[in-house]
């Protein structure tokens, strides 16, 4: 699967991208949520993972971006964040979020929940 990434944090960028990488994942990773954009209308993607808390453009603005795209609309979308509260959860879902973790994570939890969302990508159309 190829999913992109936008993750401000250079430590949890770089864990995120090496655990996809090493469950056979092609990670494409942004430091923002502009750039992250960019990259998904440029090259596309099967799944989104967001952080909230970015400069330029933060993971609500990049998943709005993402809901309010014909063509990207129905991309999973996962928002993995440092923000634990319920109102955080709850907005985050509002907003669009397929699911929504807290860091730190396990890897394996991580890596389940991204094949929970792989089941609502469509198919490719002939």
Known sequence: MKILIAE???N???LIREVLQDAGHTPMAEINGRL???R????GA????TDINMPE???????RNIRES????AIPVLMLTIRELAEDQVAGYETGADDYLTKPFDNEVFLARLRVLARRIPPPRP
């Open 8 to 10: 401000d944090d250079d």
């Open 12 to 14: 949890f960028r770089t």
């Open 36 to 38: 992250a954009w960019d």
């Open 40 to 43: 998904l209308v440029k090259d």
């Open 46 to 49: 099967d799944l989104v993972v």
């Open 57 to 63: 453009m933060d993971g609500f603005g990049l998943l």
């Open 70 to 73: 014909e063509r990207f609309k």
